[in-house]
């Protein structure tokens, strides 16, 4: 057995701010109180708002979960013990399962807290935390602290989201008739786009202005140098030999933030259509807001709203073709609890095996984005040869492809010295979000 087979064996302890000095511990200490603090300002700002729409119930409930924010962000300050949640959403029982579970595993000398446990596991529970703040306040208990920013970074792209509609308009027309190798350079060219729409979240940038300002297209030469693993031939041959075998298939995109790289992901979901490698796309989407930007199922009506009810010509007629699309049931969104639980992915078939079988039935499986990375991976300190395929530690629903600007110190799949030389050149490489992945795994064939 070779050293990069067996370091894959050993399974590594999770990331966390146990550490200190690390991104984990950063994040924690300075990121989250920041975001914290920005939901307070955006209840805040709506005071006037909940006023109007429901007097003084409104004001009420706006100074109570204005209350529970700030008492969440001292627990996190002080690193206190991570405590059950009170609501009674439908995922509250498997949050206090997974907190029981952890505190088994620490064991009594070591309490659950922001500081000393897994940090995807805390920094998942900050946005669960959030939610009950909300949720235990009707009438405000739908409001959602980062539909502003969502919004904001929405039209802060929309130059280039009209340069990335027109390019779709071209294609469209010209798509059927397309000899294979043009169809895979289009497909390469709007997997890339897709890939760095990634950049464009607002976690990292803790809620700050973080959305794409030029045309996307012209800039895929210049970034092709910072992908650093790039598996588009293998995705595309999945997607190829699913329609050979039985006419194009179904692909599911777990989507990762609203904004610029929502409408990515819609542009190449439309591409996939409109070329026939795909039937139909199922974009599954958080069921509450996670992590600042990501998509929520009010995000994904209001996008493709948006894009219709645009003055530029091309974004309403995409925006009209994606409407007919999930009209005639070719696109479905859906939200599953699980996506907004702290569990890494190969979990899922036990925890969630209604998602894993309904996930078995994909040609294609695209996960966007980094924290669907560090769940894939489970978020450990892998070393970074370690294969993707050994990282994923069984989750294999259908062939899958990450696609991840690398904003989290984990990597895995990477040549022997790779890591070494981009530490030389960059130490802060995996964390500064200019690097990205187009990584793929298919699972092992089964039967003679
Ligand atoms: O708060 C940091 C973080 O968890 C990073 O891992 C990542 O930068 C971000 O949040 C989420 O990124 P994405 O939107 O790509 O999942
Ligand atoms: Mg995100």
Not at 3 to 23: I, W
Not at 31 to 37: D, G, S, V
Request: glycine share 6%; net charge negative.
């Amino acid at each position: 057995m070779t050293e990069a087979e067996l370091e894959t064996l050993r399974v590594p302890p999770s990331l966390s701010a146990k550490v200190e000095g690390s991104f984990a511990y950063l994040t924690i200490r300075d990121r989250l109180p920041t975001i914290l603090t920005k939901a307070v300002d955006s209840i805040h700002r709506n005071k006037d708002k909940f006023f109007e729409q429901y007097g003084e119930e409104g004001i009420r409930a706006e100074k109570a979960a204005i209350g529970l924010l700030s008492k969440l962000r001292n627990e996190l300050q002080t690193d206190k013990p991570v405590l059950p949640l009170v609501d009674e959403l439908v995922d509250a029982d498997g949050w206090n399962r997974y907190l029981q579970r952890h505190e088994e595993l620490q064991g009594e000398q070591d309490p659950v807290s922001w500081f000393r446990s897994p940090w995807l596991y805390v920094e998942c529970y900050m946005y669960r935390r959030i939610q009950e703040a909300l949720w235990l306040n009707p009438p405000i208990s739908g409001f959602d602290a980062f539909q502003e920013a969502k919004t904001q970074s929405y039209f802060e792209s929309q130059r280039a989201v009209m340069a990335l509609c027109t390019h779709l308009e071209g294609l469209r027309k010209t798509v059927a008739g397309l000899p294979e190798d043009q169809l895979l350079e289009h497909f390469d060219r709007l997997l890339q786009v897709s890939l760095w729409g990634n950049k464009c979240d607002l976690s990292i940038s803790a809620g700050q202005d973080n959305s794409q300002k030029t045309s996307p297209i012209d800039s895929l030469a210049e970034l092709r140098p910072f992908i650093l693993v790039d598996d588009t031939r293998s995705v595309w041959s999945a997607l190829v030999s699913a329609r050979d075998r039985g006419g194009p298939g179904r692909v599911d995109i777990i989507l990762d933030n609203a904004g610029f790289e929502l409408t990515t992901d819609l542009v190449l979901a439309d591409f996939l259509v409109a070329s026939g490698l795909a039937r139909t796309v199922r974009f599954h989407g958080k069921s509450m807001p996670w992590f600042v930007s990501d998509v929520t199922a009010q995000d994904f009506t209001w996008t493709i709203r948006q894009t219709v009810a645009s003055n530029h010509r091309f974004m309403s007629e995409s925006g009209v073709q994606w409407q007919s699309y999930v009209r005639e049931g070719v696109w479905t969104y859906h939200d599953h609890p699980f996506w907004t639980q702290p569990h890494p992915f190969c979990d899922m078939a036990a925890d969630a095996p209604d998602l894993y079988a309904g996930l078995q039935g994909a040609a294609l499986v695209l996960f966007k984005g980094d924290l669907n990375y560090r769940k894939l991976t489970g978020d450990r300190e892998w070393a970074p040869t370690a294969a993707f395929g050994a990282a994923l530690r069984g989750f294999a629903p259908a062939p899958l492809c990450s696609l991840r600007t690398l904003k989290a110190n984990v990597q895995v799949g990477l040549q022997p010295g790779q890591a070494e030389q981009l530490s030389q050149r960059q130490p802060d490489w995996m964390t500064c979000g200019q690097y990205a992945v187009v990584q793929f795994h298919s699972p092992p064939r089964r039967g003679p």
